[in-house]
């Protein structure tokens, strides 16, 4: 016995450790910025995108936060949710290109939001929800560069665009993947998603379902994922133990 509790204890050991290396990947990821929800079908309309702040400091608070909304490819009609404790400043640009709608041409567009003047503390984070009358249709995706800024004067400048098959860069900017509308019926992904239980159309503003469906659906995906994990860890921790006691066992017959 005195042979096999050291090598249960490495085992054991090594089992924890890679738990901990589990959790500290999967921590890291979650403390970036991010939109919600991850999608929208192109073109949609009459929705509400959530820019999820967390603070990552253990001792400085966000107190800033600036959200660059492309110009390019310009998302329209944004309207900004008023946020406790926060006042946001709209910046408008002149397009290059004006887009024509159903209700006329469209010479401007938001290019800015910061909001200022609240706080969001160690170990928190703040949902920044915007509403649009229309995302754009010519595109796969839509990349809102974000400046963080905290109240011991840093910031954190989540600016940096992943490129096709690398892995995902250090500061990352959210970024809204642009689907194709479903071929059968022509309603879009959001719309799909915005229907309620009662069978009703969720619009900008009216109970935010879609970003509530989808954000449910992500965050129950991300608990399976990380379950998953800790049940591997766990069986190659007992299988690291049980080979350790055999080849005690056959080391000292």
Do not use: C
């Not at 009459?46 to 820019?51: A, E, M, R």
């Amino acid at each position: 016995m005195s042979t096999t509790h050291p090598a249960l204890r490495r085992a054991g050991l090594g089992a924890v450790l890679a738990a901990a290396a589990v959790l500290a990947a999967a921590g890291a990821a979650s403390a970036h910025v991010t939109v919600h929800p991850e999608s929208y079908a192109r073109g949609a309309t009459d929705g509400v995108l959530s820019f999820r702040v967390p603070d990552e400091d253990d001792t400085a608070s966000t107190t800033k936060v600036q959200v660059f909304l492309p110009t390019d490819h310009p998302v329209l009609g944004v309207l900004v949710h008023p946020q406790d404790g926060w006042t946001a400043k709209v910046t408008t640009t002149k397009l290059k290109t004006p887009v024509k709608t159903d209700d006329g041409t469209i010479t401007e567009a938001v290019s800015e939001i910061t909001w200022t003047g609240g706080k969001i503390g160690a170990g928190q984070y703040e949902d920044f929800d915007v509403a649009f009358g229309q995302l754009p249709d010519d595109i796969g995706q839509l990349a809102f560069k974000t400046l963080q800024t905290y109240s011991d004067g840093r910031t954190v400048r989540w600016i940096e665009e992943a490129e096709e098959g690398a892995d995902e860069p250090e500061n990352p900017a959210p970024v809204l993947k642009l689907t194709a509308a479903a071929a059968d019926d022509g309603d879009s992904t959001s719309d799909a998603a915005s229907k309620s239980t009662d069978g009703t159309s969720g619009k900008a503003g009216a109970e935010g379902g879609t970003v509530q469906v989808t954000a449910t659906a992500a965050s129950d995906s991300t608990a399976r994922g990380l379950g998953i994990a800790g049940l591997v860890v766990g069986v190659l921790g007992l299988a690291a133990a049980g080979f350790a006691v055999v080849r005690t066992r056959s080391a000292r017959s």
